[in-house]
């Protein structure tokens, strides 16, 4: 009898998915909590360049090749003026931050954040406030970041200093309008109407940008998916991308359950897309609406912390969620996820990026360290780029509370012709055994092993401090490759990495 726990899988080169856009693998700071102040920005610190950034996170960033971060919201976006951001810093003014009820110095804004985006090799994804303004706020900011000069906000950046325009591509038009806690939340014919306007507006400016509109902000939320519906009903011909949101936590301490969550990733993605096609359909168009991941994450650890802190602080500890290794195996299978619909998630963001919810964390004055979430976000982001593949798996299944036939394996693989490498991403979700996996690569002769990296801990709840790094990575993964079959033992509960490359001869 074989062993019902054999996995077996087919990886052909010609069985492809999608390019991956590289912008799957960005992520996003929010002037929240730590994430601005004490996070990517802290004058005096010892690491501080001449801009005050730190750049100790700074190497951490680059070392995600992060290729696009989302600011400056999120939430905060919905009753920011952009304008106090911007001009002598002496002179901006402190104000009430509405959504997460602290003080906002205004220190860093708009052209300091594209600075550091280009300290750290990003790209900058821009949101603009749909919640207590609109278009012509909008209309302004666009002419100030993307408008070369002649005109009074395109010349008033470069009295501030910048006289090149920032030229920044990628556009959110507003932050969860949905949501009853947005400030100046909407319905979605209202906010599909803004966001037409404001988008018609921003690409009179300057017509090169993309948009992302608004969809629901969680699958929970009661208009789910009828406000993505009626908003791109309304606003199809000015946008490209529609948004989602999702964060997963372990509330009822139920491992099992907990890691087959990105299966709720994988049913919305579809019904977001599905969504997307019948507007189209409606509107006998020929454009495309793609899919903008724009916050993605685990978040539950804090939020009871969270409910204590005193409001109207600087920069207070908040969504500080500390990740434990159970965390990091559902940020990879989420990023499985996203990979396998590399046809439609062309933007995504882990939310958020530091202190905040995030994969690196700092302590103010003193030093950064990584979140057991950093490596499945890491190895994703350096190695998942060129082709997704589409793997034709066979694996053994369980049911969890709210899941049913929930695969225990999880694969996405990614095909890199030019550098001719295959990375094979995999998550065991097991909770005790090792599942042998049986992997049929005839298509790629000549191909061998490179690594086989493995993030695994005995202990689910293992998480990272500032003085022990306990989850970390290491290449010791069991796996070896011969007649186009590779075989890997994948140990319970694992993040799995095989890198295959094409053995180079000395043949010319
Ligand atoms: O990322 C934290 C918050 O989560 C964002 O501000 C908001 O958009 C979402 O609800």
Same mark, same amino acid.
């Given at each position: 009898?074989?062993?019902?726990? %054999?996995?077996? #899988?087919?990886? *052909?080169? @010609?069985?492809?998915?999608?390019?991956?856009?590289? =912008?799957?693998? +960005?992520? &996003?700071?929010? $002037?929240?909590? =730590?994430?601005?102040?004490?996070?990517?920005y802290e004058p005096g610190h010892p690491e501080a360049d001449e801009q005050g &950034?730190?750049?100790?996170?700074?190497?951490?960033?680059?070392?995600? %090749?992060?290729?696009?971060?989302? /600011?400056?919201?999120?939430? #905060?976006? @919905?009753? /920011?003026?952009?304008e106090d951001g911007v001009g002598p810093k002496e002179e901006r003014p402190r104000r009430l931050e509405l959504a997460w009820r602290t003080i906002e110095t205004n220190e860093m804004g708009t052209n300091? !954040?594209?600075?550091?985006?280009?300290?750290?090799?990003? *790209?900058? #994804?821009?949101?603009?406030n749909l919640g207590t303004r609109g278009i012509d706020a909008a209309r302004n900011l666009i002419e100030y970041t993307n408008h070369p000069s002649g005109t009074y906000w395109s010349d008033l950046r470069r009295a501030h200093g910048y006289e090149q325009p920032h030229q920044i591509k990628t556009w959110c038009l507003g932050n969860e309008m949905d949501g009853p806690w947005q400030v100046g939340q909407k319905t979605a014919a209202e906010y599909g109407k803004i966001a037409k306007e404001t988008g018609k507006a921003m690409k009179l400016v300057d017509p090169t940008i993309e948009l992302v509109a608004c969809g629901s902000s969680n699958t929970d939320m009661p208009t789910f998916p009828e406000y993505e519906a009626t908003t791109l009903d309304i606003a199809y011909d000015e946008v490209d991308f529609i948004s989602l949101h999702q964060y997963y936590g372990n509330n009822s301490n139920d491992p099992a359950n907990y890691l087959a969550k990105n299966m709720d990733m994988d049913h919305f993605i579809k019904t977001v897309t599905a969504t997307c096609d019948y507007i189209k359909a409606k509107h006998r168009s020929k454009k495309t609406i793609n899919l903008s991941f724009d916050e993605w994450n685990v978040w539950y650890h804090s939020r009871e912390h969270d409910e204590k802190l005193e409001p109207w602080t600087v920069a207070p500890p908040q969504l500080e969620d500390v990740y434990n290794f159970e965390d990091a195996l559902l940020v990879g299978s989420m990023l499985i996820t996203m990979l396998r619909h590399a046809d439609r998630v062309k933007m995504a963001c882990m939310a958020q990026l530091v202190n905040v919810i995030a994969p690196i964390m700092t302590e103010n004055n003193?030093? @950064?360290?990584? %979140?057991?979430?950093?490596?499945? /976000?890491? $190895?994703?982001?350096? !190695? +998942? =780029? +060129?082709?997704?593949?589409?793997?034709?798996?066979?694996?053994?299944? /369980?049911?969890?509370?709210? &899941?049913?036939?929930?695969? &225990?394996? *999880?694969?996405?693989?990614?095909y890199d012709e030019q550098g001719e490498e295959l990375t094979i991403f995999l998550v065991n979700k097991h909770l005790e055994d090792t599942i042998p996996l049986d992997v049929d690569v005839r298509s790629f002769e000549g191909y061998t092993i490179k690594e086989h990296i493995v993030l695994e801990h005995h202990d689910l709840k293992a998480a990272n401090t500032k003085d022990t790094a306990r989850v970390t990575p290491h290449t010791n993964g069991d796996s070896s490759l011969a007649d186009g079959k590779l075989h890997a033992q994948l140990h319970r509960t694992s993040w799995n990495v095989i890198r295959l490359h094409k053995t180079k001869t000395n043949e010319s």
């Amino acid at each position: 009898m074989a062993n019902k726990l %054999q996995a077996t #899988m087919v990886l *052909d080169k @010609s069985y492809q998915i999608s390019e991956v856009d590289q =912008r799957i693998y +960005g992520s &996003f700071i929010e $002037h929240l909590g =730590r994430a601005v102040y004490g996070g990517i920005y802290e004058p005096g610190h010892p690491e501080a360049d001449e801009q005050g &950034f730190r750049k100790d996170v700074l190497n951490l960033v680059k070392e995600l %090749q992060v290729p696009i971060v989302r /600011y400056p919201g999120g939430n #905060m976006v @919905s009753a /920011y003026n952009w304008e106090d951001g911007v001009g002598p810093k002496e002179e901006r003014p402190r104000r009430l931050e509405l959504a997460w009820r602290t003080i906002e110095t205004n220190e860093m804004g708009t052209n300091e !954040f594209v600075d550091w985006a280009k300290k750290a090799g990003a *790209d900058v #994804m821009m949101a603009v406030n749909l919640g207590t303004r609109g278009i012509d706020a909008a209309r302004n900011l666009i002419e100030y970041t993307n408008h070369p000069s002649g005109t009074y906000w395109s010349d008033l950046r470069r009295a501030h200093g910048y006289e090149q325009p920032h030229q920044i591509k990628t556009w959110c038009l507003g932050n969860e309008m949905d949501g009853p806690w947005q400030v100046g939340q909407k319905t979605a014919a209202e906010y599909g109407k803004i966001a037409k306007e404001t988008g018609k507006a921003m690409k009179l400016v300057d017509p090169t940008i993309e948009l992302v509109a608004c969809g629901s902000s969680n699958t929970d939320m009661p208009t789910f998916p009828e406000y993505e519906a009626t908003t791109l009903d309304i606003a199809y011909d000015e946008v490209d991308f529609i948004s989602l949101h999702q964060y997963y936590g372990n509330n009822s301490n139920d491992p099992a359950n907990y890691l087959a969550k990105n299966m709720d990733m994988d049913h919305f993605i579809k019904t977001v897309t599905a969504t997307c096609d019948y507007i189209k359909a409606k509107h006998r168009s020929k454009k495309t609406i793609n899919l903008s991941f724009d916050e993605w994450n685990v978040w539950y650890h804090s939020r009871e912390h969270d409910e204590k802190l005193e409001p109207w602080t600087v920069a207070p500890p908040q969504l500080e969620d500390v990740y434990n290794f159970e965390d990091a195996l559902l940020v990879g299978s989420m990023l499985i996820t996203m990979l396998r619909h590399a046809d439609r998630v062309k933007m995504a963001c882990m939310a958020q990026l530091v202190n905040v919810i995030a994969p690196i964390m700092t302590e103010n004055n003193g030093q @950064s360290w990584k %979140q057991t979430i950093y490596y499945p /976000y890491l $190895h994703a982001s350096v !190695f +998942g =780029r +060129g082709v997704s593949l589409q793997p034709i798996l066979s694996s053994p299944k /369980y049911d969890s509370k709210d &899941f049913t036939d929930v695969p &225990f394996i *999880d694969c996405a693989a990614v095909y890199d012709e030019q550098g001719e490498e295959l990375t094979i991403f995999l998550v065991n979700k097991h909770l005790e055994d090792t599942i042998p996996l049986d992997v049929d690569v005839r298509s790629f002769e000549g191909y061998t092993i490179k690594e086989h990296i493995v993030l695994e801990h005995h202990d689910l709840k293992a998480a990272n401090t500032k003085d022990t790094a306990r989850v970390t990575p290491h290449t010791n993964g069991d796996s070896s490759l011969a007649d186009g079959k590779l075989h890997a033992q994948l140990h319970r509960t694992s993040w799995n990495v095989i890198r295959l490359h094409k053995t180079k001869t000395n043949e010319s």
